[in-house]
Structure formats: structure tokens, C-alpha cells
């Protein structure tokens, strides 16, 4: 079990430790100090149920549907490029960090935002259903394979979060939220491009 649990977290890192939109998304809401801790927390749920599906052999069955890869890809495009959009649009009317508690955004709206931007990106399935998944299934243990993808995961995003929360006071002006919003709005775009134009 030991070496499917070192195998689940030495892949689950390489593959989750990446700029993306979901990283993206999950390190503004530690900058903003918005529910980071929930959003860390659905991500890495996320993550250990689509890799336990995956090892389980969900991933070679949305591997074999074209048009289920198809709507993930055109769905999870559309979502990219809203929310680029968005972003783009608060670097013309930037604001200074507020406290959560004073911040207009509600938990559920945080929340389903954040099922929106794991759940609409192609990329999570491919890595998460279709390679950790292929992966897990072949080792000697497979709980230990996807404990250990699950630890990796609970680290990132717990750490992306935490690292948000102790930036945010050095951050505290207008022009910092302009670079942030639009370094977010050209992940959120490159992500969308590569969607659109690459094959899955």
C-alpha cells in the first residue's frame, strides 16, 4: 500500500501543480480571503471522488464517448471565456480588498463557481478520470493510489488558499487587483484557446 500511496501523490502533484483555471480561481478567492477554505475543500473533494471513479473505470468510458468529450470541451470553453470576461471587466473598475464579511458574493455563489470551474474543464477529467484513473488501476493497492492523489490535492489547494490569505495584506490597492484580475482573465482565455483548438 505504501508505494500505491507514494505513486497517487507523486503523480497527483505533477498533474495538479500547474497554471490553470482552477488554480487561478482558487488563489484569487485566498487573496480576497472569500471562503478560501470552503473552495480548497470542494476542490480537493472534487478531485478524490473523480480520481476513486476513475480507478473504478469510469475514465476509459468517457474516454470512448466522443460527444460526451465534446460537450465537456465546448461547456468548459464557454465558462473560460465568461470568466475572463468578468475578470476583464473589474480591471476597469478595480477595488481595494475587502473583508469577506463585507463582501457582496455569497457562499453559495462561491460555491457553485466553484463546482462551475472544476466541473466545466475538460482538463480535470482528463487528468483526474482518465490518467490518475488508468494509473490507480494498475497498482497493488488501489485505495492507497487514491489516498495518496487525494493528499496531493488537499496540500495544493489547501496551500494555494493559505498562501492568498498571507499575500492579501501586501496586496491591499487598486492597481495590485488590476494585475491580479488580469492575470486571471489570461489564464482563464489561454485555458479557453487551448480548449477550443487542441484536440482532447
Not at 503523480?11 to 480576497?32: K, T
Not at 497498482?139 to 496551500?159: D, K, R
Amino acid at each position: 500500500m505504501g508505494i500505491s500511496f507514494s505513486q497517487g501523490l507523486l503523480v497527483g502533484s505533477a498533474l495538479i501543480v500547474a497554471i490553470g483555471a482552477q488554480n487561478a480561481f482558487v488563489l484569487r478567492q485566498g487573496l480576497r480571503r472569500e471562503y478560501a477554505w470552503r473552495v480548497a475543500a470542494i476542490c480537493a473533494l472534487c478531485d478524490l471522488l473523480l480520481v476513486a471513479l476513475g480507478v473504478a473505470g469510469m475514465g476509459r468510458l468517457l474516454a470512448a464517448s466522443q460527444w460526451a468529450m465534446t460537450l465537456a470541451r465546448w461547456g468548459g470553453v464557454a465558462w473560460l471565456v465568461w470568466q475572463a470576461v468578468q475578470a476583464l471587466g473589474r480591471t476597469f473598475r478595480p477595488v481595494a480588498l475587502v473583508p469577506a464579511a463585507a463582501s457582496a458574493t455569497g457562499a453559495g455563489a462561491v460555491v457553485l463557481a466553484t463546482l462551475a470551474v472544476t466541473l466545466l474543464n475538460p482538463h480535470v477529467y482528463l487528468d483526474t478520470l482518465v490518467m490518475l484513473g488508468a494509473i490507480g488501476a494498475q497498482q497493488p493497492s488501489a485505495a492507497g493510489f487514491i489516498m495518496g492523489a487525494a493528499l496531493a490535492s488537499l496540500l495544493w489547494f489547501f496551500g494555494l488558499a493559505g498562501a492568498g490569505h498571507w499575500l492579501a495584506p501586501h496586496l491591499n490597492s487598486r492597481r495590485w487587483w488590476q494585475v491580479i484580475d488580469l492575470t486571471v482573465a489570461l489564464v482563464m482565455l489561454t485555458v479557453a484557446w487551448q480548449l477550443a483548438w487542441r484536440p482532447l
